[in-house]
């Protein structure tokens, strides 16, 4: 996350400064005056824009914003008269921060934003793999796959009504699928949810399935199973 800050006071600038500290550990600070093009930020950025009444000019932000990037920018007024709280959202301002109550006002857009984000994140997990053959590409949702059998190079996804091969290694595409598909055998790796019972040498699945474990893999098919309860 980077927050930029353009105020005239530096006291101001230091306070705003210590409470994004504290409440994002993650968060880069940077002065509105020293970025320079759209280098200083990823795709992946999410960027926060503090502004004082002195330095407002709604016209010469946006050809600043404009200049460094063209990403979404969330834009914070902070100011010592609520009166200009309405001018400021008229403006395109999307929060209003008061000096006089800067940290409960901070904590409350704080909360707001990390809720945002970890929604954004929820959004944005993937959760299938897509499956191609020379007839038709197929989004196989993850929490459909029951078990994953290896067969040579390549792996067979099983759901309980079918099944599909793909061209990559069980070792290859394990490491990209949820915590609940776990390596029980050189050749099977299951789907945690889909696990019906288990004893010291097999796990039996929803649909009756019955897969071996391998000694090898008994105490990291135990380990998951207690994480993932």
Do not use: W
Request: charged letters at 25%; one cysteine or more; proline letters at 0%.
């Amino acid at each position: 996350m980077i927050f930029l800050i353009q105020f005239n006071n530096q006291f101001n600038t230091k306070k705003i400064s210590d409470l994004i500290c504290a409440k994002f550990s993650n968060a880069r600070i940077k002065s509105l005056d020293k970025v320079n093009g759209e280098k200083n930020f990823t795709s992946s950025d999410k960027i926060y824009l503090f502004v004082d009444k002195e330095n407002f000019n709604i016209l010469e932000t946006e050809i600043r914003l404009k200049e460094i990037t063209r990403k979404n920018i969330h834009l914070i007024m902070v100011s010592e008269n609520a009166d200009y709280a309405i001018e400021s959202i008229r403006q395109g301002f999307y929060d209003y921060l008061l000096l006089d109550s800067l940290e409960c006002d901070f904590n409350f857009f704080s909360e707001r934003i990390q809720k945002q984000i970890k929604s954004d994140e929820k959004s944005n997990v993937k959760n299938h793999i897509v499956i191609k053959d020379h007839k038709s590409i197929t989004k196989l949702q993850y929490n459909n796959i029951v078990f994953i059998e290896a067969y040579g190079s390549y792996s067979n996804l099983y759901t309980n009504n079918k099944f599909y091969t793909i061209s990559k290694t069980i070792k290859s595409i394990i490491h990209n699928f949820p915590e609940t598909f776990v390596r029980v055998h050189r050749s099977y790796a299951v789907n945690l949810d889909h696990v019906k019972s288990f004893s010291t040498d097999e796990v039996i699945m929803n649909n009756d399935t019955r897969i071996k474990i391998s000694r090898a893999k008994k105490m990291a098919l135990l380990e998951a199973i207690q994480k993932t309860a």
